[in-house]
């Protein structure tokens, strides 16, 4: 679609970050996840959000993340799979959800959605 390109123009310079990515492999014998050799993915937007929760009992914080990833743009562009790590100004996220944007009229993916929580 024409107007993807234009639209490509203005998010660029929101793209500021790096992070690394551990893909999850598998399990080993002690059910202990594994994972591959973390990779660099470059151009990418992490948008944090901290959430503080107090009852009677006890105070929590629990903080989660949204990581943005767009087609052209984002270096390299693949979907990431659940329960791989993140690693994020020296925080480690496990990714919990990954959502797959598509463009309007058509089935191509535009960008991905990665929802992680500290680990």
Do not use: W
């Not at 944090?48 to 390299?76: G, K």
């Amino acid at each position: 679609m024409r107007n993807i390109n234009s639209l490509y123009r203005l998010i660029k310079p929101t793209l500021v970050h790096k992070v690394q990515y551990s893909e999850y492999k598998s399990q080993d014998r002690n059910h202990k996840p594994t994972y591959k050799d973390a990779e660099t993915i470059e151009h990418v937007r992490v948008d944090i959000t901290e959430t503080y929760n107090q009852t009677s009992n006890s105070e929590t914080t629990t903080i989660s993340a949204v990581l943005f990833m767009y087609r052209t743009l984002t270096t390299p562009f693949k979907r990431l799979l659940e329960k791989s790590i993140i690693v994020h100004g020296g925080k480690t996220y496990k990714i919990h959800k990954v959502v797959d944007c598509t463009e309007p009229y058509s089935d191509n993916v535009f960008s991905y959605e990665v929802e992680l929580i500290e680990s």
